[in-house]
C-alpha cells in the first residue's frame, strides 16, 4: 500500500443526507483535507450542501466524481444495497473508500469487496463506529492492558420506527434492516473486544411488517470461541428510550456504553475525554481512514477486519429463513 504524502487529501462524499453531513461536521476537523466532491440523489439538496460546506463539485452521478483528478477517496454514505457495488466501483478507480455500515447484505458481495481491496492495495474501510466511540475504546485499552476480560456483553438496539419511507414518499425495506445494519454493531464489537471470533449464532425474529418486508423485533445469542458470550435485543417497535445500550459484564468490573458516554455499574460517569482527540466517534472513524491512507497502512475496521461479522451474519439470516 503506497503512502499519500500530497499535503492535501481530496475527499468526495456520496449521500449528503444527515448521515452524510455528520462526515463533512468531522472532516472539517481534520488537518490537510479538502471536499472536492458531494453526490447526492436529487441534485437541488445535493448543490445546497456543497453551497454549505463550500463544496466546489455537486453531482447525482458516483461515475463522474470518481472520473475527477480532484478524488483521492470518497466516503459511501448512500443506501445499503448500493454499498458493495459502489465500494468495487470505487477501488477500481483508484480511490481510497470508506464504506458506511452495513458493508454489504449479502454475504458474496462483502467478500467481493475484500478481494478487489486485495487486487488494488488501496485502503478500504468500514464505518464500525463501535470501534472508535471513546467509550468502548476506554473498554479496549483495558482489556488490551490486561485489566479487564468480557464474559457477557448484554446489548440492546431500540428504536420506535412504524413507517420507513423514502424522500418521496414511498416505502423501502433495506434501510435500518434490524440484522444487515444493527446488528452488525454489536456482531463485530463483540469479536473485536473479546479477540475472539464467534463460533455459536442463533437468532429468532418477530412477525414480518406488513408494509415494509422486515422484521420489526429480533433476538440473537452469540458465543465466541474463548467462551465470552452476548446477547443482543433489536427492536423498532420500543417506544423509549431509544438508541444501542452495551453493558459489559467483565471479571474486574461491569461497564455500561451509551454511544461516546460509559458509566461503571453503579451508573457513575467515567471520564473518557482523554481517550482519544475527540469525543464525537465518527469524527474519529474519519481520523483513522485519513491517517491510513497516510501512512500507508490497513486502517483498523478494514473491510478484511470487518468481514467475519458478515460471516456470523450470513448464518444468522439462514436461520430465519
Known amino acids: 500500500m503506497s503512502k499519500s504524502n500530497d499535503?492535501?487529501?481530496?475527499?468526495?462524499?456520496?449521500?449528503?443526507?444527515?448521515?452524510?453531513?455528520?462526515?463533512l461536521d468531522g472532516l472539517k476537523l481534520i488537518d490537510g483535507v479538502q471536499v472536492t466532491s458531494v453526490i447526492g440523489r436529487e441534485l437541488d439538496k445535493t448543490q445546497e450542501v456543497a453551497a454549505k460546506y463550500g463544496i466546489g463539485?455537486?453531482?447525482?452521478?458516483?461515475?463522474?466524481?470518481?472520473?475527477?483528478?480532484?478524488?483521492?477517496?470518497?466516503?459511501?454514505?448512500?443506501?445499503?444495497?448500493?454499498?458493495?457495488?459502489?465500494?468495487?466501483?470505487?477501488?477500481?478507480?483508484?480511490?481510497?473508500?470508506?464504506?458506511?455500515i452495513p458493508l454489504c447484505d449479502k454475504l458474496a458481495d462483502?467478500?467481493?469487496?475484500?478481494?478487489?481491496?486485495?487486487k488494488t492495495g488501496l485502503v478500504a474501510m468500514c464505518g464500525h463506529t463501535r470501534r472508535f466511540n471513546p467509550s468502548h475504546q476506554y473498554v479496549n485499552k483495558k482489556i488490551r492492558a490486561r485489566e479487564f476480560n468480557v464474559l457477557?456483553?448484554?446489548?440492546?438496539?431500540?428504536?420506535?420506527?412504524?413507517?420507513?419511507?423514502?424522500?418521496?414518499?414511498?416505502?423501502?425495506?433495506?434501510?435500518?434492516?434490524?440484522?444487515?445494519h444493527h446488528a452488525a454493531h454489536t456482531v463485530d464489537l463483540f469479536q473485536?473486544?473479546?479477540?475472539?471470533?464467534?463460533?455459536k449464532a442463533n437468532a429468532v425474529q418477530g412477525p414480518i411488517h406488513p408494509n415494509l418486508g422486515i422484521a420489526m423485533d429480533m433476538s440473537i445469542q452469540?458465543?465466541?470461541?474463548?467462551?465470552?458470550?452476548?446477547?443482543?435485543?433489536?427492536?423498532?417497535?420500543?417506544?423509549?428510550?431509544?438508541?444501542?445500550?452495551?453493558r459489559y459484564i467483565g471479571d474486574t468490573a461491569t461497564y455500561i456504553a451509551r454511544y461516546?458516554?460509559?458509566?461503571?455499574?453503579?451508573?457513575?460517569?467515567?471520564?473518557?475525554?482523554?481517550?482519544?482527540?475527540?469525543?464525537?466517534?465518527?469524527?474519529?472513524?474519519?481520523?483513522?481512514?485519513?491517517?491510513a491512507i497516510?501512512?500507508?497502512?490497513?486502517?483498523?475496521?478494514?473491510?478484511?477486519?470487518?468481514?467475519?461479522?458478515?460471516?456470523?451474519?450470513?448464518?444468522?439470516?439462514k436461520q430465519l429463513t
Not at 477517496?73 to 444495497?81: E, M
Not at 473485536?192 to 463460533?199: A, E, I, P, W
Not at 490497513?298 to 439470516?317: F, G, I, K, M, T
Request: charged share 25%; net charge negative; hydrophobic share 35%.
Open 57 to 100: 463539485h455537486a453531482t447525482t452521478k458516483l461515475e463522474e466524481t470518481l472520473a475527477r483528478d480532484d478524488v483521492d477517496a470518497v466516503i459511501l454514505c448512500t443506501p445499503t444495497q448500493m454499498h458493495a457495488a459502489q465500494a468495487i466501483a470505487c477501488l477500481n478507480a483508484g480511490k481510497h473508500v470508506q464504506v458506511e
Open 7 to 23: 499535503k492535501t487529501l481530496r475527499v468526495a462524499l456520496a449521500g449528503a443526507g444527515a448521515f452524510g453531513q455528520k462526515h
Open 110 to 118: 462483502g467478500k467481493a469487496v475484500v478481494e478487489t481491496q486485495k
Open 192 to 199: 473485536y473486544q473479546t479477540g475472539s471470533r464467534v463460533v
Open 222 to 246: 452469540l458465543k465466541a470461541e474463548n467462551g465470552s458470550v452476548c446477547t443482543l435485543s433489536l427492536s423498532f417497535n420500543n417506544d423509549g428510550p431509544l438508541g444501542t445500550f452495551f
Open 294 to 317: 497516510r501512512e500507508g497502512r490497513e486502517p483498523n475496521a478494514s473491510v478484511r477486519q470487518v468481514l467475519p461479522c458478515y460471516e456470523v451474519l450470513d448464518q444468522l439470516e
Open 152 to 180: 457477557q456483553m448484554d446489548v440492546q438496539t431500540y428504536f420506535f420506527r412504524r413507517t420507513n419511507m423514502n424522500a418521496l414518499g414511498q416505502p423501502r425495506s433495506w434501510t435500518d434492516h434490524l440484522l444487515w
Open 260 to 291: 461516546d458516554d460509559l458509566y461503571n455499574g453503579k451508573e457513575e460517569k467515567i471520564d473518557v475525554s482523554k481517550v482519544d482527540v475527540s469525543m464525537n466517534g465518527i469524527e474519529l472513524q474519519d481520523r483513522e481512514f485519513i491517517a
